[in-house]
């Protein structure tokens, strides 16, 4: 076993590997190469440290990145694995914010998702998760633990796709530079968003994985146009050449495949709202009856996840994950629902594989 992967289970074991940190005091990651700066070097650097010299939080964070701007938050020669990242931003900016990440010298990017929503941070940039992989903690601190191993190159970049500056966007990479097992995967995430229609409701969580692999996670934000239950959709896995009606893997609702059941309801006499929960491998963690968006208030929104990670789903060749748009009129009769879905897609494969181009701005901006 590489501890290097599995980290907990290797702590107390040496490893002949180095550890490196990029942030905007060190955006190399050399080593010996943090806390350099001067006050007034370039932009970035902080106001508030003015008075101070070299080594007292000059530059701690990127400064008003404009509207279209992109920046390489990191660039790291291989072999490796990035361990952990951080990082916090505008929450009203979060879903504007575009994270990608390629490997080797692919000119498509293998992450590809929204800054807010890759953190299970996507209804109002507010959550709060408390999760294995990913913590989002008070107020908007951002991380990230998945292991992304890779052997060449890994290229980290953030798109301002919004329709105006970040003023701050803190960050920091940490990641350890030594050999990586000839079996080890790499670590890919697909955001997709849709409008379901009430004669096909199904909203595709990843399509067009292909190769070998296993996938780790799903990440969704469910905006209704109505309220109402919505959650009897079923979460479909189509493996290996399934056909399109006939998947491997078929859940039982919504929030059953959350690990939730009756409609997460909180069965206190008087009260019948969902009740949201954060745990290590499941959560729902932002029920909004009426929620307020940056763009404004909408109608009921939810944050939910689920980490394949004791459990991961296995693919030998491709995988197909969906899920139903359904609802429930009175208490017998099930709906389709024309509803807008938004989801993350976790899974690691091999070989890399590059994905498709993500929707503009404004088609990801709720109205």
Request: hydrophobic share 35%; glycine share 10%.
């Amino acid at each position: 076993m590489n501890d290097l992967l599995d980290p907990l289970a290797g702590v107390a074991r040496l490893v002949n590997a180095e550890t490196r940190s990029i942030s905007a005091e060190n955006p190399s990651g050399a080593k010996s190469g943090g806390a350099q700066a001067n006050p007034g070097d370039d932009s970035h650097c902080a106001p508030a440290a003015r008075n101070l010299g070299k080594g007292w939080k000059v530059r701690p964070c990127l400064r008003d990145v404009q509207p279209g701007q992109t920046i390489t938050l990191a660039d790291i020669a291989g072999p490796g694995v990035v361990q952990h990242i951080w990082c916090t931003a505008d929450p009203a900016l979060l879903r504007g914010i575009m994270l990608r990440a390629y490997y080797n010298d692919l000119s498509d990017p293998s992450i590809q998702s929204p800054l807010g929503d890759f953190f299970a941070n996507g209804v109002n940039g507010l959550a709060t998760v408390n999760s294995l992989p990913v913590a989002v903690n008070p107020r908007g601190g951002m991380n990230s633990y998945w292991p992304m191993p890779f052997r060449n190159r890994f290229r980290i970049e953030i798109t301002n796709e919004s329709q105006q500056a970040i003023g701050e966007l803190y960050y920091q990479i940490t990641y350890a530079l030594g050999k990586i097992p000839d079996d080890a995967a790499y670590f890919h995430a697909s955001w997709r968003r849709a409008i379901t229609n009430r004669q096909r409701p199904e909203h595709v969580i990843l399509a067009g994985a292909m190769g070998r692999g296993h996938y780790v996670g799903t990440y969704i934000v469910w905006s209704q146009f109505d309220a109402g239950w919505w959650g009897e959709g079923e979460v479909k896995f189509f493996i290996d050449g399934d056909p399109p009606d006939k998947p491997t893997i078929c859940g039982t609702g919504t929030e059953d495949y959350f690990g939730g059941a009756w409609a997460f309801a909180d069965i206190e006499p008087g009260n019948q709202l969902p009740a949201p929960f954060s745990g290590p491998f499941l959560g729902y963690p932002q029920a909004r009856c009426i929620a307020a968006t940056p763009h404004g208030r909408s109608g009921p929104m939810h944050g939910l996840y689920r980490w394949h990670i004791p459990d991961p789903v296995r693919f030998k060749r491709d995988l197909r994950v969906s899920i139903q748009a359904l609802g429930c009129k009175g208490n017998d009769t099930f709906r389709p629902l024309a509803d807008d879905i938004a989801s993350v897609a976790y899974w690691y494969q091999t070989p890399p594989s590059g994905l498709p181009e993500a929707p503009p701005e404004a088609d990801r901006r709720r109205s």
